[in-house]
C-alpha cells in the first residue's frame, strides 16, 4: 500500500516525518552555496542557469562575488596576473566582456584565409583586430588559446592566429622603445634597449628584461665567487644585486676585468661565433646568453652590463667594423684617446691600446672613432648589423621578415632616415603588401629630400596601378584532375611523399601537368637529364626543414611511414594532419576540388589496405640526374 507524505517532509525510518529534513539547497549558508557552486565540473551555463532560478541564487552569484570569480579563472587561467590578489572586480563583467572578446578575434582570424591566401608575403593588415577597442590582453589570450587548442587540427585557425599575435606583440614593443627613447640619455639602459629590439625581432618567445636580468646576476655571482677567493674585501662583493655604484681604484677595477675575462671566457666558454658570423642570433640578446656566443656589439653589451653590476664603469665605442669597449686608465676622466684600454669582448676580453685597434681592421682611423657613444647609437648599430643581415638574405619569406622588422626599428630610432625609408617603400613595393602606406613613405621622403622626385615618383606611379589592379577581383585558378591536360598527375594535395635522391620529407600543396620554369631555371636544375625532362607534372611541396621546392613526379614517391611535416606554411593550405595525410582548407581545395578524393583513395590503398598495394606507380628508372626543384616562396 503507498505511504502518504507530508509535502514539506520526509519519512525517517521509524515511519515519522523528520523535520530536520525539510531543508532546501536554498536554505544552506551563503559561503557554503558558494562552495557548491565553484565544483569544477560546473560550466558558466549552469551557473547561468542556477542564478535564474530565484532569486536566492541570483544573489550569491551576483557579479563581484566569488562565484563569477571562479568562473573566470578557471576559463582563463593566464589572464590572471593582470588582477592583483583578492582584487574585488565586476567578474560577471569581466567574464561577459572576455566572452565577447573571443569570440570577435576567432571570427575575424577565420575570415583572414578568404582574404589573404593568394598573397605571397602576408601584409601587416591585421590592424582591424585594434580597431575593435577590446583590451589588448583580452585579444592575446584569445590567440593564444586557438594555438594551444589540439595539436593537429585547426592549422588554417591557428597560422593565422600565430601571424595576429605576431603584429599585436611587436606594435605593443614598438610603444615601448618609443617611450624608452624618449628617456634622457642617463636613463637609457643598454640591457633594455637590447632587450626591445631582440623581442621585436621574436615577438612570440617568451623575453623579459627580468629574466635576462636574472640570467645576468647568475653570471655576476660566479664571477664573485671568484673574486672572494682572490680578495675577500673587495668592495664590489658588497654591492646590490643589479645595483649601480663605483669602484674607484683602478688597481680593484682591474681585479673585477680579470676575474671578468676568466669567468666569461674559460669557465663559461663564450666566444665571438667566427664561423657562423651573420646568423642573426648573435644579434639578440637572449640567444647570445643561451648558446654562449655572438658578435662584437652583443658581446659588448653582455660584457659592459656585467662590469657595471661589479663596479666598474665601461663605455660604447663605435669603432668601424669591430665594435669595442673603453675603460679609463685615469681616475677623474680624460678624453685623450691614448688614456683608454680598450676591450675586445669579440676577442675573450683582449685589452688593446688605441694603436693597437687599428690592426683590428688593417687600417687608420681618426679619434672620432674612439669616442665614447649613447644608448640610442648602440642601439643603431646593432639594429643595423640585422639589416644588413637581411639585405643579405636569400630572398625568402624569413629574411624579408628580418629585413621588414629591422627596417622598423630603424625607423623608429632615426624615422628621417632617407635611405632606408626609400628600401621600406621599395621593399612593401617588391612584396605587393601595405600599398597605401608606401604611399605614406613616398610622400615622407618627398617632403625630406626633393632630389628623390624620380625614385618617388616612379615608385608613387606603380604603387596606384597596384591598388587599381588590387580593387579588380581575380578568379582563382581551378585544376580539375579530370581535364584531358591533368591525366599525367599521379600525386595529389595533402599526400606526405618522401623525395627518391634527396631524401627528405614533404607534403604535396600544389601542381602543374608541366613544368612552368623558365629555361634558365630548367637549364640550371638540370630538368632535361631527368628521364621524363620537363614534360611531366611537378609538385609544389613544403619540405620539413622549413622550405618551399618544385619537384619533378619522378623523383617523388608516397612516405611509407607518413609523419607530421614541421613546416611554418603548413596551415596556410591545411585545416589539419589526419595521421596519414593532410586536409586541405577551404582555399586549396578551391584550387584543386578534385584532390582530396584522390588523397583519401590513395591513403585507402597505401595505408589502410583496403585495396592491394601498387607499387607500379611510384617504380622509376634509377638513373636520373640529381633532384630538380627550386627554392621558391609558396605560391
Known amino acids: 500500500m503507498a505511504t502518504s507524505v507530508a509535502a514539506d517532509g520526509y519519512l525517517s525510518l521509524n515511519g515519522a516525518i523528520s523535520e530536520s529534513q525539510t531543508k532546501k539547497l536554498t536554505d544552506l549558508p551563503a559561503e557554503l552555496l558558494e562552495h557548491i557552486l565553484c565544483f569544477p565540473l560546473l560550466s558558466h551555463d549552469d551557473i547561468c542557469n542556477a542564478s535564474c532560478t530565484c532569486k536566492r541564487l541570483r544573489d550569491v552569484c551576483h557579479g563581484r562575488g566569488k562565484v563569477w570569480g571562479h568562473q573566470y579563472r578557471l576559463r582563463w587561467p593566464r589572464l590572471q596576473k593582470y588582477y592583483r590578489h583578492n582584487e574585488c572586480c565586476d567578474w560577471l563583467r569581466e567574464y561577459r566582456t572576455r566572452h565577447t572578446v573571443g569570440l570577435q578575434i576567432r571570427r575575424t582570424v577565420e575570415s583572414i584565409s578568404k582574404r589573404f591566401f593568394t598573397e605571397v608575403v602576408l ?8 580597431s575593435l577597442g577590446a583590451p589588448e590582453h583580452f585579444c592575446e589570450d584569445e590567440l593564444l588559446f586557438i594555438l594551444n587548442s589540439d595539436k593537429w587540427k585547426s592549422l588554417t585557425l591557428k597560422y593565422y592566429a600565430k601571424k595576429i599575435l605576431y603584429f599585436l606583440r611587436q606594435q605593443n614593443i614598438l610603444r615601448s622603445l618609443k617611450t624608452f627613447l624618449e628617456q634622457s640619455p642617463v636613463q637609457q639602459s643598454a640591457l633594455e634597449g637590447a632587450v626591445l629590439v631582440d623581442q621585436y625581432c621574436n615577438p612570440l618567445a617568451d623575453i623579459t628584461v627580468a629574466s635576462i636580468s636574472d640570467q645576468l646576476e647568475e653570471i ?55 664561423l657562423d658570423y651573420y646568423n642573426p642570433l648573435n644579434s639578440y640578446i637572449h640567444q647570445v646568453i643561451q648558446r654562449h656566443t655572438g658578435i662584437p656589439i652583443s658581446l659588448s653589451v653582455l660584457y659592459m652590463m656585467l662590469a657595471r653590476r661589479l663596479g666598474v664603469q665601461l663605455e660604447p665605442v663605435n669603432f668601424p667594423n669591430h665594435f669595442l669597449l673603453r675603460w679609463c686608465q685615469k681616475p677623474n676622466g680624460s678624453e685623450d684617446i691614448y688614456d683608454f684600454v680598450y676591450i675586445d669582448a669579440f676577442g675573450k676580453g683582449k685589452q688593446l691600446t688605441a694603436k693597437e685597434c687599428e690592426y683590428l681592421i688593417g687600417h ?11 644608448t640610442t647609437e648602440v642601439l643603431l648599430r646593432m639594429v643595423g648589423n640585422l639589416l644588413n643581415i637581411g639585405k643579405r638574405g636569400e630572398g625568402n619569406e624569413k629574411s624579408y621578415q628580418l629585413l621588414r622588422d629591422s627596417l622598423d626599428l630603424y625607423l623608429t630610432i632615426n624615422p628621417d632616415n632617407v635611405q632606408y625609408l626609400l628600401l621600406q617603400a621599395r621593399l612593401y613595393f617588391h612584396l605587393g603588401i601595405w600599398p597605401e602606406k608606401v604611399l605614406d613613405i613616398l610622400q615622407h621622403i618627398q617632403a625630406l629630400d626633393p632630389s628623390q622626385h624620380g625614385a618617388v615618383g616612379y615608385l608613387v606611379q606603380h604603387t596606384l596601378e597596384h591598388i587599381q589592379h588590387k580593387k579588380q577581383p581575380v578568379q582563382p585558378e581551378v585544376k580539375r584532375r579530370s581535364a584531358a591536360e591533368h591525366v599525367e598527375v599521379r600525386y595529389a594535395a595533402g599526400l606526405v611523399m618522401k623525395h627518391k635522391r634527396s631524401g627528405y620529407n614533404c607534403v604535396i600543396y600544389g601542381w602543374d601537368p608541366k613544368c612552368t620554369m623558365s629555361q634558365e631555371w630548367i637549364s640550371t636544375m638540370r630538368v632535361n637529364q631527368l628521364s621524363s625532362g620537363a614534360d611531366q607534372p611537378f609538385y609544389n611541396v613544403l619540405v620539413q626543414d622549413g622550405t618551399c621546392r618544385y619537384a619533378a613526379q619522378e623523383n617523388l614517391e608516397p612516405h611509407e611511414d607518413p609523419l607530421e611535416i614541421g613546416h611554418p606554411e603548413v596551415g596556410r593550405y591545411f585545416s589539419e594532419f589526419s595521421n596519414t595525410h593532410y586536409v586541405a582548407n577551404e582555399e586549396l581545395e578551391t ?45
Open 364 to 374: 687608420q682611423v681618426t679619434a672620432d672613432y674612439y669616442s665614447a657613444i649613447s
Open 123 to 130: 601584409g601587416d593588415s591585421f590592424a582591424e583586430i585594434q
Open 591 to 635: 584550387r584543386y576540388p578534385e584532390d582530396m578524393s584522390e588523397t583519401l583513395c590513395t591513403v585507402r590503398r597505401l595505408y589502410h589496405r583496403l585495396l592491394p598495394s601498387s607499387g607500379g606507380n611510384q617504380s622509376q628508372a634509377q638513373g636520373t640526374a640529381e633532384p630538380a626543384e627550386q627554392q621558391a616562396m609558396p605560391m
Open 220 to 274: 655576476t655571482d660566479k664571477v664573485k665567487k671568484m673574486l672572494r677567493i682572490k680578495n675577500p674585501s673587495h668592495p664590489s662583493l658588497r654591492g646590490a644585486p643589479g645595483g649601480c655604484f663605483h669602484v674607484e681604484d683602478l688597481e680593484l677595477q682591474r681585479q673585477v676585468v680579470c676575474v671578468l675575462n676568466c669567468v666569461l671566457y674559460e669557465q663559461l666558454q663564450y666566444k665571438g661565433n667566427e
